[in-house]
């Protein structure tokens, strides 16, 4: 990686979701922990140089071996589970061929002889430049109890769960759901938790006989590892896709939007506000950035920038990308016509527009539709609709009238100021030399009182 190289972190934590079985006995207690597969190389969100890498999981039940008939490993879509590798408790695949570099996306499903299942999917990046330190991959251990244990009444029962690898700051808000006999039951607080180095637990009093089945969260995992990629970049960019829920369903049914991809972003933004910016990379916390696809899945641009708007103001996103929709053959969406290209450079002029000139989103000139129009620039767009009867005058305008004007830019405001300390800006040639954009702001403002005796078209 050569020393202007931007390090930079894709991180799409994804949390495993599965259930559990257990049997009935008389006078019983049976809790149960969904069997897990672990975090695995190329770790989540992780980037390796090697285009060849072993794909492996672990099965974290401790019951019964893998079925090999169960198992199923997609490197990018493809099933390669043929060419697997399926042991007692492991499965891995090695690539044949080098992976292209980029990004790449597994899915790996097991099941053992006694019937839990496992399912994992992750992302990594292949990058012949990048630097072999990566954040450690963290994971579950095997729980306690384990899974369909047996345990008789006693002194109550203690719920645990583990990191493989131990974390820098102790989990939080871990959550804990019972199940008796397929009914929820009550569950502990917050507050009932013990947080230690490797993990957490919960004591709970003796439960009633039944069959129970305890599906354990611990956040912190996915928190701990967006702060270490923190650590070791100076850009992080965690890809929405969509600008919402509903939309990112149908176009990437596998991702959950809040869970996955908008919190991660969330804890990032947190992390800078809380901690020291000596802990990042190079003494700073890393910048964040996001993109979503354009066109694939029917959103409109009202849904797309109300979201960048949020994370704009919110979370301090210091960059949103667009990424106009183009079909690929063999795929669910090949059928779906190819987005104007046009749309994608409006929606850039139009973020810029909220990160750096003041606008809020009622400002955008939205149709009906939710759509901004593809043949004007957005910002002349508002211009037309404001400022034709209102033409602001250049030598009393504040900086935020200032950055309404088309062709007055950051650095033309800051220079418009300049030049008014140093006397009165009275026709275009004035704003030429002081490098604003002359014909474009023409229309829409006033020189000493007037309106500017020369414009060019806007068209």
Known sequence: MTPRARRCCFVNTIPE??????????????????????????????TTPNAQPEIFCEFSSNRAPIDRDSVR??????????????????????????LSPGRHFVRVTVMDLEGAQGVKQ???????????????????????????????????????????????APP?????????????????????????????????????????AAVLSMPGAE?????????????????????NTRRLADLAPHKIFLEELLRPLQWADEIRRTQPAQLGWNGKWPSLATQFVVGAVGENDLEILSTTAYLIKQLRLARTYFSAFSPVLNTPLENTPPE???????????????RDYG???????????????????????????????????????????????PGIGPKGAESILTARRKGTLRD??????IGVLAYRAAPFVLLNGRRPAWQLPLW
């Not at 104007?340 to 909220?354: K, T, V």
């Open 122 to 168: 992750w992302e990594f990046t292949v990058d012949p430049d990048a630097d072999e330190s990566q954040p450690a991959a963290l994971a579950f251990a095997p729980p306690t109890p384990a899974n369909g244990a047996v345990l008789t009444h006693g002194d109550g029962i203690v719920i645990a769960a583990k990191w493989e690898t131990p974390v820098s």
């Open 223 to 243: 928190r701990d590892q967006v702060y270490r990629a923190m650590q070791l970049a100076d850009r992080i960019s965690i890809n929405l896709e969509a600008p």
């Open 428 to 433: 275009l040639k004035d704003l030429k030399a």
């Open 340 to 354: 104007n290209p046009w749309r994608e450079h409006r929606l850039y002029q139009a973020s810029f527009l909220l």
């Open 17 to 46: 979701i599965a259930t559990a079985r257990c049997a009935h006995a008389i006078f019983s207690v049976f809790l149960a922990l969904a069997s897990a597969l672990l975090f695995t190389p190329p770790c989540m969100a992780g």
């Open 172 to 212: 939080r808000n871990p959550n804990l759901k019972l199940f008796r006999n397929g009914v929820p039951a009550s569950a502990p607080g917050p507050g009932s938790w013990s947080y230690h180095g490797e993990g957490v637990s919960v004591s709970l009093p003796d439960l009633p006989p039944g069959r129970y």
């Open 359 to 405: 606008f809020d989103l009622e400002d955008l000139p939205f149709a009906q539709s939710g759509f901004l129009p593809l043949d004007v620039d957005p910002k002349i767009a508002w211009a037309q609709q404001n400022l034709r009867e209102r033409p602001i005058e250049l030598n009393r305008a504040d900086r935020r009238e200032l950055l309404r004007v």
């Open 73 to 98: 490993i997609e490197v990018d879509g493809r099933d390669v589970t043929k060419d697997a590798v399926v042991q007692p408790w492991r499965v891995s695949y090695t690539p044949a061929a080098p």
